[in-house]
């Protein structure tokens, strides 16, 4: 093999981690808006975070792109150096969100549940019969909790209650821990997998150079 040849195979190589890339990030803003579109309460510090890799990681693979198709080592140090800090960020995220027990996932709640407007309050009561966000935190400036009662308790005599939207939530917040944390922990590798080939390959000589030239 030539070194002509073995110079465009490092370029298709570069061309295929840029698809790689470029699709994770599509994959990972469809995912963000997604989970924006179809969470009732949208304010837990995931679905923000998801939604910018996405678009850092679309910006970064252009700029892969360019620097392998013009054989720019500038562009293709910087594009690896990016890179090289997104995955350590997106890896130490998505451990975090593995790592993520029980008790800070009320926390992470909690402040969302506290930010949300009245509307979205009673939105997630009326979906989940539920009233308040837990037992030990009354808030005044919760929603009524009237009709919500007449409703989970219609047909049950004596003294009932509508259980707080904390124990209707805490399994779907948890779910959505660990898939962003696995889907962080995944996709972080294959970025991993774009900074091993742009060290190999960043030196290779360009194919439509001169021959004598050294890059």
Known sequence: MSLVDVATAAINSRLIC?????????????????????????????????????IILILISILGLAGAVKHHQVMLFFYMIVLFLLFL????????CLAVNSEQQQE??????????????????????CCGFNLTSVSSNDPSCE???????????????????????????NYAFKLCGGLGIFFSFTEFIGVWLTVRYRNQKDPRGLPSAFL
């Open 18 to 54: 840029w698809h790689l890339i470029n699709m994770v990030g599509f994959l990972l803003i469809g995912v963000g808006v997604y989970a924006r579109a179809a969470s009732i309460v949208p304010n837990l510090p995931i679905v923000g975070g998801i939604l910018a890799c996405g």
């Open 147 to 173: 009709l919500i009662q007449k409703e989970c308790c219609s047909g049950i005599a004596g003294n009932c209650q509508c259980p707080p939207c904390l124990y209707k939530l805490e399994d779907k917040i």
């Open 108 to 129: 992470f709640a909690e402040e969302g549940w506290n930010r949300v407007p009245d509307s979205m309050r009673k939105e997630v009561q009326d979906t989940f019969l």
């Open 89 to 96: 960020i997106q890896f130490s995220i998505a451990s975090s």
